[in-house]
């Protein structure tokens, strides 16, 4: 048996939040859109990573997630970022460090808490 991806469930208040960090940010796609919906839930996806943005004020304010997303080129991401959405780099993590674990990372936060942590593996 072998796993093959993880795909989180993240909610918000306001899903608007999400569609800020994945899809003008982070460049995903939508591939699965119900956003008109009484209960806004959206797929996005890039390469080998996908999510479920999914809006509920009251799992939003249970549950602020820290995810990781891998790269093979976080100095392109990073710069892309700091030129075109620069308000969404974490302040606690705002350029790109290797850390003692041997990645490079930088972190994004959106407005509702929820946190993306770029990171490329070294060697």
């Known amino acids: 048996m072998r796993l093959t991806k993880l795909t989180p469930n993240i909610f918000y208040s306001d899903i608007k939040d999400g569609l800020e960090l994945f899809v003008d940010c982070l460049g995903c796609r939508i591939s699965y859109d119900d956003l008109q919906s009484s209960e806004p ?8 990573i996908k999510a479920c943005l999914i809006q509920s004020d009251e799992f939003a304010k249970k549950d602020r997630p ?47 808490g929820v946190c993306v942590i770029m990171q490329q593996w070294q060697g």
Not at 94 to 111: H, N, Q, S, V
């Open 66 to 112: 820290e995810i990781r997303i891998e790269t093979d080129d976080i100095e392109s991401i990073y710069k892309d970022v700091k030129e075109k959405h620069a308000h969404l780099l974490h302040p606690n993590s705002k350029e790109i460090t290797l850390k003692p674990w041997g990645a490079k990372e930088f972190a994004i936060l959106d407005k509702s």
């Open 41 to 48: 839930f959206c797929v996005v996806q890039k390469d080998d």
